[in-house]
């Protein structure tokens, strides 16, 4: 069975962000020795190339020690951190089609995102579930156990930045978990 894991392009951010904190001095390594396994640590030595897969046990331990230290344990941190990568990608040029205006705002954010779960991890399934009520939309990321709760918070900031982007204006993005296998994120269409 292969170890669920998260592309190099999510990982490659956190690894880059931890070791621009260890090069300026403002974290030791001594910090979060303690914390992570021996593997943890060898990650932020190698080169992380972006097109491979890197355990997503050690992203969440990243994200929880990145969390506590400089988000004071909050949950906003995490958001801000996925609307931050979210940014990036677009900047790439990679989701375009978010600025396309013939076609409405759910159907795009919902094709788009049903491709980024085998885009940036090995497991889990994102199913577009489409409108609901009429008020926006539905998206189901299925067989999600293994998804550390950080990395899951770290994911909806991301979604909710695309979705923004894509309807051109800030948009309401719940998220829930009923059950470790399980993420549920329901968009509100803007008024």
């Known amino acids: 069975m292969m170890t669920p894991s998260v592309k190099g392009t999510i990982f490659r951010a956190v690894v880059d962000e931890l070791n621009g904190y260890l090069s300026q001095g403002i974290i030791q390594r ?8 021996p593997d943890d ?3 932020l030595d190698r080169e992380i190339a972006i097109a491979s897969w890197y355990p ?12 506590d230290r400089f988000g ?13 990568s979210a940014r990036r990608v677009i900047e790439m040029g990679v ?3 978010l600025d396309d205006r013939t076609e409405c705002w759910e159907n795009k954010v919902g094709r788009v995102l049903v491709t980024l779960g085998g885009s940036f991890y090995n497991f889990g399934r994102w199913v577009w579930e489409g409108f609901e009520n009429d008020e926006g ?7 999600v ?6 990395a899951a918070v770290r ?21 829930r978990r009923p059950k470790p296998s399980r993420i549920i994120f329901t968009a509100q269409r803007p008024d």
Not at 155 to 175: I, K, N, P
């Open 72 to 84: 004071d344990g909050r949950r906003e941190y995490l958001m801000e951190g996925g609307r931050q």
């Open 95 to 97: 989701y375009g089609q």
């Open 137 to 143: 939309f539905r998206i189901e990321v299925r067989d």
């Open 145 to 150: 156990a293994a998804m550390p709760e950080e």
């Open 41 to 43: 640590l060898a990650y």
């Open 30 to 37: 001594e910090e979060f020795a303690a914390r992570w396994k």
């Open 56 to 67: 997503i046990d050690t992203y969440g331990r990243y994200l929880r020690f990145l969390c």
């Open 155 to 175: 994911a909806h900031g991301f979604v909710e930045q695309l979705a923004s982007r894509a309807a051109g204006c800030q948009v309401q993005l719940d998220y």
